[in-house]
């Protein structure tokens, strides 16, 4: 519906850590050789409005780790973001699902601006006849687009990706980084942002 790029990772709302844990190799947890436990850090963060990427493990459906085509034809993901949503609302639907759910961002065709209004969003996107779409849309109301802060866990360090409504932490930031700057210019560009 949207064509993405089959470069660009998918995201992943979960409901725990436990399903982060079953759906990526996990955050890392230090070791005695002094790396840093990287997942204490991140337990105070989330739930909250951060996208961690992290390395996909083989219980990701292959829905999420192939895009588009048979297995031959795919581009393979090796990552995805996870997310764990502060949102009373995701929160509750998480609740009552065994899995997680993939998730995107909502942006108008012809322009850079979010979709924030459900009526809007399934009317340009709803199915009808013929025509695939989504199947159904929880109407929260308007919500405000706030975007996640995104941290980039597949490397050997922590590499802050985007900037978003999540506090951004001394562990997040990248070697060389001023952190009174609060600006990413000259941060690499990613397929997350």
């Known amino acids: 519906m949207k064509h993405m790029d089959s ?4 995201s ?8 982060i844990d079953k759906y990526t190799t996990g955050f890392p947890r230090g070791n ?7 997942f204490r850090a991140v337990k105070q963060c989330l739930p909250g409005p951060y996208t961690f990427i992290l390395p996909a ?3 990701m459906p292959k829905q999420c780790t192939n895009f588009s085509g048979s297995a031959a034809s795919c581009a393979p993901r090796k990552s995805v973001g996870v997310r764990m949503p502060d949102d009373p609302i995701c929160q509750a639907i998480l609740k009552k699902l065994n899995d997680p759910l993939i998730c995107t961002s909502v942006r108008r065709k012809t322009d850079d601006e979010w979709m924030l209004d459900p009526s809007i969003i399934i009317d340009l996107y709803g199915a009808s006849e013929g025509k695939e779409g989504i199947d159904f849309i929880v109407d929260g109301g308007i919500r405000l687009a706030e975007p996640s802060t995104i941290v980039d866990m ?3 360090k922590a590499l802050l990706l985007r900037q978003g409504k999540g506090i951004v932490d001394n562990w997040m930031l990248l070697e060389g980084y001023d952190s009174t700057q609060m600006t990413l210019n000259g941060l690499q560009q990613n397929s997350y942002t």
């Open 7 to 10: 470069k660009k990772p998918l």
């Open 12 to 19: 992943i709302l979960c409901r725990s850590f436990q399903d």
């Open 32 to 38: 005695s050789q002094g790396q840093t436990n990287i």
């Open 57 to 59: 493990s083989k219980e």
């Open 154 to 156: 597949t490397g050997q």
